[in-house]
């Protein structure tokens, strides 16, 4: 057996057998909304619950424990835009046009503290040190103000943007953000230096870098974060390859046989430089139609880390989307309704190799 003939012996097995869920829970009534989140130990899981008629509530349910609401809390008709979960507690992100607003609850599913409105909410860990951005736009400046979570305190309050620095590719949360600095004048050449590229770091208050030595991995870069604003770490398809790119803007290519999936299903998350992301099997591959036999639907999980990609899960597939969220050595997996945009009666929550 070649060692290709292997390999896919491997994941036919491995699809057949499924993998064995730590905890699952299907709605009584209703159904889960798209919007979940682990805790960072993977322990706790928080879902928002549509009950069919109108109603949304947040619920806070322990993984170690048959999935038991530890918390929950009416959140009205309003269908969130996305949830953390924090050290604090879930916080629920709501969007309308161009108007975020965030409210933050505790273990207890207690209402904490609300952050915004503004065009812009997002949440970020520096240094250990869990902050959730709040940003306005005002005509060409960004005002954006960085809370610290845990203290429940502003942290730095920022105007960015001015004649020298022009914003264009925000990232890492709304905490940093690239755009073109104006050439300064150098004594030594008594002449105006060109104008370059840097980033500028809203928690320090300063540039953290300047200029690329390689324009044209800066402009593919570039490029691409235009399209994902406050993104960090992320894989993208480009020339029939999939790449990543890190949060200081390193460019690198990720070994996977691309053709092999759905690309339109790609699905992904950061934390740091450690990308974890999904894709569907096309059950009508190239290799699959060379020997006229259709691979069997599956949905996959891997995680790039170090130049380094490795499956973690792999799901048999059973033609429905799914939304997922992972968090320490777990993933927390919806499986939507066929035929409605929005949701889903079952989610479960596996571990990851």
Request: hydrophobic share 45%.
């Amino acid at each position: 057996m070649t060692r290709m003939a292997l390999a896919a012996a491997m994941l036919l097995a491995g699809a057949a057998r499924g993998e064995e869920a730590v905890w699952r829970v299907e709605t009584a009534k209703g159904w889960f909304d798209d919007a979940l989140a682990l805790d960072d130990a993977g322990g706790r899981l928080a879902l928002v619950v549509n009950d069919g008629e109108g109603g949304l509530d947040l619920e806070v349910r322990d993984v170690e424990h048959q999935g038991a609401v530890v918390a929950r809390a009416a959140l009205g008709d309003v269908v969130p835009a996305g949830l953390v979960f924090t050290r604090v507690g879930p916080m629920v992100l709501v969007r309308r046009d161009d108007t975020a607003l965030a409210v933050l609850y505790d273990a207890a599913g207690r209402r904490v503290r609300t952050y915004g409105p503004a065009n812009e909410i997002a949440h970020a860990v520096r240094g250990g040190r869990e902050l959730v951005a709040v940003v306005t736009r005002r005509g060409a400046t960004h005002e954006v103000v960085l809370h610290d979570v845990a203290r429940g305190k502003v942290l730095v309050k920022r105007v960015v943007g001015d004649a020298d620095f022009t914003p264009r590719t925000w990232r890492n949360g709304w905490t940093a953000v690239g755009g073109r600095r104006a050439g300064r004048y150098d004594p030594k050449l008594d002449r105006r230096t060109n104008d370059t590229e840097a980033v500028w770091d809203v928690v320090e208050g300063r540039f953290v870098s300047d200029g690329a030595t390689d324009l044209v991995t800066q402009a593919r870069v570039l490029r691409e974060r235009e399209r994902r604003p406050g993104a960090g770490a992320f894989v993208f398809v480009d020339g029939g390859r999939l790449w990543a790119v890190t949060e200081d803007d390193r460019l690198a290519p990720v070994e996977l046989p691309l053709s092999t999936y759905e690309v339109e299903s790609l699905r992904q998350q950061a934390r740091g430089d450690e990308i974890t992301f999904s894709l569907r099997v096309d059950p009508l591959n190239p290799e699959a139609i060379a020997r006229q036999k259709r691979d069997p639907e599956a949905f996959e999980v891997f995680r790039w880390s170090g130049g380094t990609v490795t499956r973690v899960l792999r799901l048999v597939g059973d033609g429905r989307e799914v939304v997922w969220h992972v968090a320490g050595g777990r993933i927390a997996v919806l499986r939507k309704h066929r035929a409605f945009g929005r949701g889903g009666p079952e989610v479960a929550v596996y571990p990851l190799r």
